[in-house]
């Protein structure tokens, strides 16, 4: 389909290993973002892409945090270090512009556990 | 800072039947955005409907539709002739004008009683 693709769809890893999240948007859309959710919770907003400027990094919780967006396409979420409280469904949404109407797309989000 | 409260952590409703979920926020602004997401186990988040906080009009699509009350800063969602499909999470979000990210409530788990 030509929905928000992400993978992993699951990932279980020890703490302390590095994990990278891949999220391959909607074709045209220049905002992306990505969101945490854990269990029970609502979203919670990571870091925001436009086009080519710089991102917006103000809801990474930490350091060990860090997401990249390549050629304004496909996106990794990379989180070092990981601790237990990591563990959470890591959502991506893309849209087709900036713009506070427009609706986010979203994939399917990886279930990240560790262990 | 802007936050979003749904009080209903879950509801229940007969299918057929009508039911409203309820979500106020809080908010210093006056222009934003509001929208309904809905969650269904497959975790995609899919977005139900949205209103614009300069329209008075309340946002209608299909069997679902919102009533927006500026000035008590409420969002409630009405689902009417209630389906099996329908059952899911359901997020209430909110979202400044030119703003990059969206807050969320944490959720109402609704049930159809078929």
């Known amino acids: 389909g030509a929905g928000v693709s992400q993978s992993p769809s699951n990932k279980v890893t020890e703490k302390g290993k590095d994990v990278e999240l891949r999220c391959d948007p909607i074709?045209?859309?220049?905002?992306l973002y990505w969101y945490r959710q854990s269990l029970g919770q609502g979203l919670e907003f990571l870091i925001y892409?436009?086009?080519?400027?710089?991102?917006?990094k103000s809801g990474l919780p930490s350091d060990r945090f860090s997401a990249e967006r390549t050629g304004g396409s496909v996106s990794t979420l990379t989180i070092q270090r990981t601790q237990q409280e990591d563990s959470a469904v890591y959502l991506c949404?893309?849209?087709?512009?900036?713009?506070?109407?427009?609706?986010?797309?979203f994939g399917d989000g990886t279930r990240l556990s560790i262990l | 800072a802007q936050t979003v409260t749904q009080s209903q952590p879950e509801m229940s409703v007969q299918e057929a039947e009508t039911v409203t979920l309820s979500c106020t926020y809080d908010?210093?602004?006056?222009?934003?955005?509001l929208f309904w997401y809905k969650q269904p186990p497959s975790r995609q988040m899919i977005l139900v409907i949205r209103?614009?906080?300069?329209?008075?009009q309340n946002a209608t699509e299909n069997r679902f539709s919102v009533n927006f009350q500026k000035a008590a800063k409420s969002f409630s969602l009405k689902i009417s002739d209630s389906q099996l499909g329908d059952a899911a999470m359901y997020f209430c979000?909110?979202?400044?004008?030119?703003?990059?990210?969206?807050?969320f409530g944490a959720g109402t788990r609704l049930t159809v009683k078929p």
């Open positions: 949404a893309s849209s087709y512009r900036q713009g506070s109407n427009q609706p986010q797309h």
């Open positions: 074709s045209g859309h220049t905002a």
């Open positions: 892409f436009q086009g080519n400027s710089a991102p917006d």
């Open positions: 908010t210093s602004e006056s222009d934003y955005y």
């Open positions: 209103q614009e906080a300069y329209k008075q």
């Open positions: 979000a909110y979202r400044r004008y030119n703003n990059n990210d969206m807050r």
